[in-house]
Structures are given as structure tokens and as C-alpha cells.
């Protein structure tokens, strides 16, 4: 079955310190890669999203990795701060021809503390 | 440009009362999904729209109907409401799939007593 796991499901950090997210996910075949931020009672917002082929992705703070040898990824955050608190999901694209389907993960709660 | 719109944002049934989820979307987007998300779980797929006049189920599509008589609009509706279907209900939109990033709404928040 097609599975995304996160870790740890919550996180508490002080404002400017950094942190990492992790993901490991069984989905086969691979298409992408996706880190979304949902905001508390909002919809997720994509952060990156990464193919087969890319092992590096930074949007702002924010860097994601990918291993598809190893099928991790994590998403690390930079000098944190207040509004980074969220929760960050995983998300597998599943690869093949048709429609892509979208695995996703249960998220990461982080809070940033002052 | 407003992105994905979803109403109502939050509603109250009674079981076996039935209600229309409306999603609009101003980005010209081909693909539109609905999507439901439960504490402990990932969001998960209700029914999706490859374009206009077109839908097909997803992973959890039992006690859901959709629509998509315009590109623009989405609609999810619920026949006879389950308290099982107690969720919040995302609408999503993209431009393709594959690495195309979705656009999600709001989220409208559901409680079926």
C-alpha cells in the first residue's frame, strides 16, 4: 500500500532556531515530491515540489530534500519564525500514465515559540 | 484574481439531510478536486475533474456526487448526510497533473448531527 509517514508528528522550536522535517514514503511508482504549509483553519499551501531528478529545492527559508534511492525527504527550516508555525505535510505523487494520484502525508505540527 | 473560493465556510445538518458544496476557481484551471481531511489522517480524494463536463471517483467517493457543468466551478454534493461525514472539505484546482502544483480553497467545515 502507498504510504507517506512524517516525523515527528509535532515539534515545538524557539523563534530564529532551525529546525527539520522528515518523510518517508512507499509510493511506487514515483512521480514528485510535494511539501505544502497549512495554516490553522486554512488550505495547504504548496511550499516545493521536486522530481525524480532533483535532490535540492529552496523556497525562501524553506529547503526540501529528496533521496529517491532511500525514498526520504525533509524539509528544514531557517532562522524560524512566529508564522512558520503550521503544519507542514508530505505529499507523493503517484507516477504512471492517467491521473497522478496524491499521497499524502499526516503532517508535521510546529509551533515557534517567541 | 481570488484563486479557489469555497461556500459555504461552515455548516450544521441534521442526518439525512442533503446540502451542495460549491468550489469556484478564476485561474482557468482544467483540473479541480475535492478533497476531505479527518483529524489523524491525510487529505484524501472524494472526486476529481479532468475539465469541464467530465468527473470520476477517487479513493473515498461512497455518499458524494459531483459537478462540472462550468471550468470554473466545482460542485460536491451530499445527498443524505452521515455523521461519519463530519469533516472539513478542501477543493483544490491545477493546471495539469503531474508536477503542476494544486491550488486549495478554505476549506468548508462540516458537522452532521
Known amino acids: 500500500k502507498n504510504q507517506v509517514e512524517q516525523s515527528p508528528q509535532s515539534l515545538i522550536i524557539l523563534e530564529g532556531k532551525n529546525c527539520t522535517l522528515q518523510c518517508n514514503y512507499t509510493v511506487s511508482p514515483f512521480s514528485n515530491l510535494r511539501w505544502y504549509k497549512q495554516d490553522t483553519g486554512r488550505g495547504p499551501v504548496s511550499l516545493t515540489i521536486?522530481?525524480?531528478?532533483?535532490n535540492t529545492k529552496s523556497n525562501g527559508r524553506y529547503t526540501a530534500t529528496l533521496d529517491a534511492d532511500t525514498k526520504q525527504s525533509s524539509l528544514h527550516i531557517t532562522a524560524s519564525q512566529l508564522s512558520d508555525s503550521a503544519s507542514y505535510i508530505c505529499v507523493v505523487s503517484e507516477g504512471g500514465t492517467g491521473f497522478q494520484k496524491l499521497v499524502f502525508g499526516t503532517g508535521t505540527r510546529l509551533l515557534v515559540s517567541p | 484574481n481570488a484563486g479557489v473560493t469555497q461556500t459555504p465556510k461552515f455548516r450544521v445538518l441534521k442526518t439525512g439531510q442533503s446540502m451542495t458544496l460549491l468550489c469556484a476557481q478564476d485561474m482557468n484551471h482544467e483540473y479541480m478536486y475535492w478533497y476531505r481531511q479527518d483529524p489523524g489522517m491525510g487529505l484524501r480524494l472524494i472526486h476529481y475533474s479532468v475539465g469541464e463536463g467530465t468527473t470520476a471517483k477517487g479513493e473515498v467517493p461512497d455518499g458524494y456526487n459531483v459537478s462540472r457543468l462550468k471550468k470554473q466551478n466545482f460542485l460536491l454534493g451530499l445527498e443524505s448526510a452521515a455523521p461519519s461525514q463530519t469533516s472539513v472539505y478542501f477543493c483544490?484546482?491545477?493546471?495539469?497533473?503531474?508536477?503542476?502544483?494544486?491550488?486549495f480553497g478554505p476549506g468548508t467545515r462540516l458537522l452532521v448531527l
Open positions: 483544490a484546482s491545477s493546471y495539469s497533473t503531474g508536477a503542476a502544483a494544486q491550488y
Open positions: 521536486m522530481t525524480f531528478s532533483e
